[in-house]
């Protein structure tokens, strides 16, 4: 079964309007310019209202259509799969230009997880023009970060930064006062645990704290 899209049926709603165009006249640039000969007018209108999801070789074909590229017609990417859809590129121009054979890239998109070394890491980071939030979130190493976060706060973070910094592609430098911070934040935290009165709700916000430990670092890196 292929994956659902993160598609806003508000935003193909909106384009097509101030396109002026009804949805026959969407369908059938759909039919006759990709040769998708079942897509029909109740087809656009059922994806405007949500009630159907259009599939990734549709989604395409209506952003086509309406003039706009796949991102504009799509919620956030969450996948590497998705990230390449919205920039409407194909999986032979990634995998040329990152570096891997194009099956194991797209072995890479069906599981979810990248698994380059640093330099193919690095090419696709540029290539898609990715802050590192979502390059971390794309490739399937929100988990493996939020180990090493956890470690760095609880421990001594120096001992960390060198692995955070590889997994993220971070400067190190611009590492060491975020996790610097992190860390003085945690132990305050878990420091009001030697109250007695108060250990418990110092003990469970240390947990939601380390629960929320990687949006933590992405508020240092805001996306330009």
Request: glycine letters at 8%; aromatic letters at 8%.
């Amino acid at each position: 079964m292929p994956p659902l899209i993160p598609f806003n049926a508000r935003a193909a709603s909106t384009l097509r309007w101030k396109l002026g165009m009804a949805p026959e006249h969407v369908a059938h640039g759909v039919r006759a310019s990709y040769g998708m000969t079942h897509v029909t007018p109740e087809h656009i209108t059922a994806w405007e209202r949500g009630a159907v999801l259009p599939t990734a070789s549709e989604l395409a074909a209506l952003a086509a259509a309406l003039w706009c590229s796949p991102g504009d017609l799509m919620g956030r990417p969450r996948t590497l799969f998705e990230y390449r859809l919205s920039r409407g590129v194909a999986a032979e121009d990634v995998a040329r230009t990152v570096g891997v054979p194009v099956d194991a890239y797209l072995q890479m998109e069906q599981a979810g997880r990248w698994v380059g070394d640093k330099m193919q890491s690095a090419r696709l980071g540029e290539f898609f023009q990715l802050p590192p939030s979502d390059f971390i979130a794309i490739t399937g190493l929100q988990d493996e970060l939020a180990r090493l976060l956890v470690e760095a706060v609880t421990t001594r973070w120096q001992a960390h930064i060198k692995d955070i910094a590889k997994l993220t592609a971070i400067d190190k430098r611009d590492l060491k006062e975020p996790l610097r911070s992190m860390h003085q934040e945690y132990q305050a935290i878990m420091a009001a645990t030697l109250g007695r009165a108060i250990g418990a709700a110092a003990g469970e916000e240390g947990r939601r704290y380390l629960d929320s430990i990687v949006d933590r670092l992405w508020e240092w890196f805001p996306e330009v």
